[in-house]
């Protein structure tokens, strides 16, 4: 597609249940990046993609969190037993093509909040 | 490890104002650095780079430089626009494209 799309655009869940968060990166991309934005921490890096590997998960936050990669394109991540502190927006961005860091996009997020 | 210092806001200022928000690094190596902007209601999108040290990247009337010697990357404008208004994001990479982020600076400037 012509951005990256994220699904859905927001999310209320209770305390306790399972969340998937879905990214459709530019197609032909093929770094897919997941990061996680909270009110007053900025953004923090999640999980990085390289085709359907993911060669650095340090940045998540707990075992609860868990990242999925096929085809090289779409991703999900999913939040597992959600507590209240996971909500934020997530974030996620890919990377490809020739145009260096001007082809680095992000997508307009997901919104999680957990009640 | 990697991390990025900017003021925290929110930063208020008249139309036509001039702007700088300050922005402080800590890395090893050589970073890449930006300036991401988050409009209300979008995504974030790349305002303006710079990969090596006295580099001065601009765009939309914005810039910055690139000091190596004193870790910064200020972010400036000479004549701020209401339609400026926005969250602005410091950051850098040493790597392979992961993003350090700094905490977001807001912007509002009013009439």
């Known amino acids: 597609g012509a951005g990256v799309s994220q699904s859905p655009s927001n999310k209320v869940t209770e305390k306790g249940k399972d969340v998937e968060l879905r990214c459709d990166p530019i197609?032909?991309?093929?770094?897919l990046y997941w990061y996680r934005q909270s009110l007053g921490q900025g953004l923090e890096f999640l999980i990085y993609f390289q085709g359907n590997s993911a060669p650095d998960k340090s940045g998540l936050p707990s075992d609860r969190f868990s990242a999925e990669r096929t085809g090289g394109s779409v991703s999900t991540l999913t939040i597992q037993r959600t507590q209240q502190e996971d909500s934020a927006v997530y974030l996620c961005?890919?990377?490809?093509?020739?145009?260096?860091?001007?082809?680095?996009?992000f997508g307009s997020g997901t919104r999680l909040t957990v009640v | 490890g990697n991390s990025v210092t900017q003021m925290e806001g929110p930063v208020t200022l008249s139309e036509e104002a001039f702007l700088t928000i300050n922005c402080t690094y800590t890395a090893t190596g050589y970073p890449s650095l930006f300036w991401y902007v988050q409009y209300p209601g979008e995504g974030l999108q790349l305002l303006l780079k710079a990969t090596k040290a006295d580099d001065k990247g601009s765009n939309k009337g914005f810039e910055a430089t690139y000091r190596k010697e004193t870790t910064s990357f200020h972010l400036e404008k000479g004549s701020v626009q209401v339609s400026d208004s926005a969250v602005y994001f410091c950051?850098?990479?040493?790597?392979?494209?992961?993003?350090?982020f700094g905490k977001g600076t807001m912007l509002l400037v009013s009439p």
């Open positions: 950051a850098l990479s040493t790597g392979y494209s992961t993003l350090t």
């Open positions: 961005a890919s990377l490809g093509g020739d145009r260096g860091w001007d082809g680095y996009t």
């Open positions: 197609s032909g991309h093929t770094a």
